[in-house]
């Protein structure tokens, strides 16, 4: 019981919460390299490619939960507006851990078993929580390769467990701040009084953001003479690019509060499975 209640102290305690590495497990292809932090939300920590670190990461400070490496977001990405939502039939409020609503899931500050590591390659693995935080259960898996030594793939999966429940996903990474980012989205979903994405989409404006959009094409991020780009199956971007030190540029697969505007539902034992490609030239 102990162990339980400092668990559910620390989904308590927030996003802002300070998120420590623990152990790293490594994975190198050339040179192309993935510090891994199962402990600290199945996240990876750096990105190295060339020697160039990549991400904003666990040696750049004392840093919250929410706010370094690249870290997956489920069983849901986003905002749920004041953690409140309605699914068959009943409503269910989790708890808020970033002002006054939830932010991104459980698994980024959970800690993820580490399963079949190898070079090049590694899953990671979550049993979702079946108390306050998320009274759903079930399972996720993010999966990391090195397709080569210029070729990072991620691919992320929640399954539901014996019940129905709603579900999104997505990677939320903290890029060392770019010179420039090409973003040509379709439209955004525009932030309301609270900050929460709404539907319908509108006409996109110019940035800076801290925005969702309809996405469905390639984003490039040039950071000096090196470009990355970033290719996923999610049409739903978030872009952050208002911060001095990084910008987070995050494929999900719905927008923020998608629980209350416009839900996907898993019957019992189905998937909800998205991927990545982020290549460096």
């Not at 996720?140 to 399954?159: F, G, K, S």
């Amino acid at each position: 019981m102990a162990a339980e209640s400092g668990t559910l102290d620390a989904a308590v305690q927030g996003a802002m919460q300070r998120l420590p590495p623990g152990p790293l497990t490594s994975l190198t292809r050339g040179v192309l390299s993935v510090d891994l932090s199962p402990q600290a939300g199945g996240r990876i920590a750096q990105i190295r490619h060339r020697g160039i670190e990549q991400l904003f990461g666990p040696d750049d400070g004392d840093h919250a939960a929410i706010a370094w490496g690249c870290f997956p977001m489920v069983p849901w990405a986003g905002r749920i507006r004041h953690g409140r939502f309605a699914f068959d039939g009943r409503g269910h409020a989790l708890p808020v851990n970033f002002g006054a609503h939830a932010i991104h899931g459980t698994g980024f500050t959970q800690p993820w078993t580490l399963e079949r590591p190898g070079d090049a390659t590694a899953m990671l693995t979550l049993e979702l929580p079946t108390d306050m935080r998320w009274p759903f259960g079930g399972r996720a898996t993010h999966c990391i390769t090195l397709q080569d030594e210029d070729t990072l793939h991620l691919v992320l999966e929640v399954t539901a467990g014996d019940r129905p429940m709603p579900a999104s996903l997505g990677w939320h990474p903290w890029f060392r701040k770019p010179d420039r980012i090409d973003f040509q989205p379709d439209a955004i979903f525009p932030r309301d009084a609270e900050g929460i994405a709404t539907l319908p989409p509108a006409a996109p404006p110019p940035g800076p953001w801290d925005d969702c959009f309809v996405n469905r094409r390639p984003v490039r991020v040039h950071r000096g003479d090196t470009t990355l780009t970033m290719t996923s199956d999610c049409i739903c971007w978030v872009v952050y690019d208002q911060a001095a030190h990084a910008t987070c540029v995050e494929p999900q697969t719905a927008m923020p509060d998608a629980f209350n505007a416009d839900p996907v539902v898993l019957p019992p034992g189905q998937s909800l499975r998205a991927w990545t490609t982020w290549r460096w030239t």
